[in-house]
C-alpha cells in the first residue's frame, strides 16, 4: 500500500484479556517503530525494529508487552494481561532507514474496561 | 536522559495573528521533527530540521533550529482557521527512535 497500514483501527477489551495489534510498513522501509499516545503520558517510543538487528526494546512499559517482525516487514504489538492503564492509541511508524523521516500509521485506539 | 518541552501548549489567537511556538531539547541531536496532528487522526509531517541554522517554511508555517540554544521555532504568520491542531516537536535518539513534546494544541478564531 501507498501509506503504513495497522489494523483494527479500534479495539474494545476486557481487563485481563490479550491483544494483538497489527502494523504493515510502507514497502522497502526497513526501520519500523511502535509508540504509544495517552492523555497522561502524551507521545512515547515503545520498541524499535531495523532490519535483521536485535530490536531496541527500551521503550516497552512492562514485560506484558512485547512485538515482534516477521520477514522484515509486518509486525505484531502483543499486550498480555490487560489493565486499564493500557488505554491508549497505538501508533505505528517506518522509514526507509533508521534516522530517516518517520511515515505513521493511522494508529489503533485500545481501550481497556 | 532527553527530555522535549514545548511552549506554550494551548495557544488560542485571532485570524491574521502572528505566534510562535517554542521546543527546547535537553541535549543534543542532529535533526528535529515537526508534526501536526488533527483530532482523531494520525501525525503528518511538517519539517524535518538538519542542521545549525536550518530554516524551512511551509505556507505559513516557518521552522527554524538552534543545536546550540538546543531550541527550535515554529512560527505561524497570518494564521488561518486551517491552521488549528496539535503540533509536536520531536527530537531523533540514538537508533532513530522519536522523543516528542508535550505538543501545542492551536485553536485558530475567526
Known amino acids: 500500500g501507498a501509506g503504513v497500514s495497522q489494523s483494527p483501527s479500534n479495539k474494545v477489551t476486557e481487563k485481563g484479556k490479550d491483544v494483538e495489534l497489527r502494523c504493515d510498513p510502507i514497502s522497502g522501509h526497513t526501520a519500523l517503530y511502535w509508540y504509544r499516545q495517552s492523555l497522561g503520558q502524551g507521545l512515547e517510543f515503545l520498541i524499535y525494529f531495523q532490519g535483521n538487528s536485535a530490536p531496541d526494546k527500551s521503550g516497552l512499559p512492562s514485560d506484558r508487552f512485547s512485538a515482534e517482525r516477521t520477514g522484515g516487514s509486518v509486525s505484531t504489538l502483543t499486550i498480555q494481561r490487560t489493565q486499564q492503564e493500557d488505554s491508549a492509541v497505538y501508533l505505528c511508524?517506518?522509514?526507509?532507514?533508521?534516522?530517516?523521516?518517520?511515515?505513521f500509521g493511522d494508529g489503533t485506539r485500545l481501550s481497556i474496561l | 536522559e532527553l527530555k522535549v518541552e514545548q511552549n506554550p501548549l494551548f495557544l488560542s489567537m485571532q485570524e491574521g495573528k502572528n505566534y510562535t511556538i517554542y521546543c527546547n531539547y535537553s541535549t543534543t541531536s542532529d535533526r528535529l521533527y515537526w508534526y501536526r496532528q488533527d483530532p482523531g487522526k494520525s501525525l503528518e509531517s511538517l519539517f524535518v530540521l538538519l542542521s545549525n541554522g536550518a530554516v524551512k517554511q511551509e505556507g505559513r508555517l516557518m521552522a527554524s533550529l538552534d543545536t546550540k540554544a538546543r531550541l527550535s521555532t515554529l512560527h505561524i504568520t497570518a494564521a488561518v482557521h486551517d491552521l488549528s491542531a496539535t503540533y509536536f516537536c520531536?527530537?531523533?535518539?540514538?537508533?532513530?527512535?522519536?522523543?516528542f513534546g508535550q505538543g501545542t494544541t492551536l485553536q485558530v478564531k475567526p
Open positions: 520531536a527530537v531523533v535518539r540514538n537508533t532513530g527512535k522519536l522523543i
Open positions: 511508524a517506518s522509514s526507509f532507514h533508521g534516522g530517516q523521516p518517520q511515515h
